[in-house]
């Protein structure tokens, strides 16, 4: 009974109203971090337009495993030149600059070491520093590159802890420069059709969408250079990796573009294989990561988020993607389907579309009717090229494409540093969730108060 007593004791401890620890606070039972104040002259980059380049001029930083194909699908983009090229190892950097001289390129300046990436952000020939580094790196790399007047493109997660997604907003607030992490996923074909589904009304009023990061990594340890990746999972809870799943997910919901992340709950399994993994490639007798994660997350108005986190066990290959709305249902994984009321589907080029069950999903020759009908513009003006040169079956060319795209026209990026903010979190949110036995996290409006000023996500496009 003591026990007990004790254990309740400390519940309405860690619940009560205004309990205050250092940086955060809880309320209501939900725990609440401090959201530092905007400094005096700096203002938000919502969308943010900067000056047109007619020739966007990139420097690349960290030519291991993501790299080199970074700079191969950019030799196929019109409109850039690839100036500067820097990894810790010159040997990687030699390998980069082939890719260069058999695509027909010039050349790039080269730089190596620990300090290299320094001078390559101080060029003045650069409008771009496009950053595949460990994840540790890239808000140290992105805030020096920002301070220099460039903007930065940098791979997923682009933080790790709520301190750096301040830092990379405040300095994206004061330098007026993009910062846009690297989330592919949301160009991949059947995210775009179905965000395309989402926004002439086919679902009706979204009120739930899933999302996941499922992907056995037993085979790819070994080739994270000095152990980083698994080394950070060894010390690091919570769902580390969650931007492939929640970046689609946001953008059917318009996070930040008229609704906001409000709170979230995270559960995780204990370690078995993670820790076996450990224990055989580094020594470890203790592994923080969960074999398996899951947060969910609830909106400002009311709908919500289910995430997942699994790179341990023998599963397949899953982001989950699913949507379910008032009026139809999508589905990525295992099978890619839709399922809809018979009286959401109209016109000649859809199949009997009089036939269909909403208790099924549509057959395939109503689902490739529906795929073709509204595919997306960006799919329709880049589908054939972005196939031939590939990157996750086409969806990282048009990434890139769209990056450049943007910057080239003066227009607002597909994703800011907003996003890159709110999706790196998670790692942190759930992990202060998961150290207080799933208690309810409040996910920081990094708009500071302008999630709502924009009236819903949608893709910056020149009028013809």
């Not at 980059?45 to 080199?68: A, N, S």
């Not at 000095?226 to 690091?236: E, I, K, T, Y």
């Not at 790179?311 to 949507?323: E, I, N």
Request: glycine share 8%.
């Amino acid at each position: 009974m003591k026990l007990f007593a004790r254990f309740l004791c400390a519940v309405a401890v860690a619940a009560c109203c205004g309990c205050s620890n250092e940086g955060w606070t809880t309320v209501d039972g939900v725990i609440v971090f401090d959201t530092p104040a905007r400094a005096a002259g700096q203002h938000s980059v919502l969308r943010l337009q900067t000056e047109p380049l007619d020739t966007v001029r990139v420097g690349f930083i960290g030519l291991g495993m993501r790299g080199p194909g970074a700079v191969e699908r950019f030799t196929y983009l019109d409109g850039v030149e690839i100036n500067a090229l820097c990894d810790l190892l010159p040997e990687r950097v030699a390998s980069s600059q082939q890719i260069l001289a058999h695509r027909g390129f010039p050349e790039a300046a080269a730089y190596s070491g620990e300090e290299g990436w320094r001078e390559l952000c101080e060029r003045d020939d650069i409008d771009l520093v496009y950053i595949c580094t460990p994840w540790q790196q890239h808000v140290e790399m992105a805030v020096y590159a920002m301070e220099c007047g460039k903007h930065v493109a940098l791979e997923v997660p682009a933080a790790t802890s709520l301190a750096e997604c301040w830092q990379l907003v405040d300095t994206a607030e004061r330098t007026r420069r993009h910062c846009m992490m690297l989330e592919n996923c949301v160009y991949d074909f059947f995210e775009l059709t179905t965000l395309n589904m989402a926004r002439h009304g086919l679902f009706g009023e979204i009120l739930h969408v899933e999302g996941a990061y499922i992907h056995n990594l037993e085979p790819f340890w070994d080739h994270y250079q000095g152990n980083w990746r698994l080394d950070f999972n060894q010390s690091h809870r919570g769902d580390v990796y969650a931007t492939h799943g929640l970046g689609p997910a946001c953008q059917l919901l318009d996070i930040h573009r008229g609704d906001r992340m409000r709170y979230l709950v995270a559960m995780d399994t204990p370690s078995v294989n993670g820790l076996a993994i450990a224990r055989e490639k580094m020594g470890a007798e203790t592994f923080a990561n969960g074999d398996h994660t899951l947060t969910l997350i609830k909106t400002e108005r009311g709908r919500t988020i289910h995430l997942q986190h699994n790179v341990y066990t023998p599963r397949p290959y899953s982001r989950m993607y699913q949507l379910t709305g008032t009026e139809g249902f999508a589905d990525k994984y295992p099978v890619e389907g839709y399922a809809f009321r018979p009286e959401q589907l109209s016109g000649e080029e859809i199949p009997d579309h009089e036939n269909l069950s909403a208790h099924g999903f549509v057959p395939e020759t109503v689902k490739k009717a529906l795929m073709e009908r509204y595919k997306h513009p960006i799919v329709l003006e880049i589908e054939e090229k972005a196939r031939e040169v590939g990157g996750h079956g086409g969806m990282d060319f048009i990434m890139d494409y769209r990056l450049v795209y943007c910057l080239q026209h003066g227009l607002p990026l597909d994703m800011d540093v907003y996003d890159a903010a709110e999706w790196s979190a998670m790692g942190a949110l759930t992990a202060m969730s998961l150290r207080h036995n799933s208690a309810p996290v409040a996910v920081p409006d990094f708009t500071r108060g302008d999630w709502n000023k924009v009236d819903g996500f949608h893709h910056a496009m020149l009028v013809r």
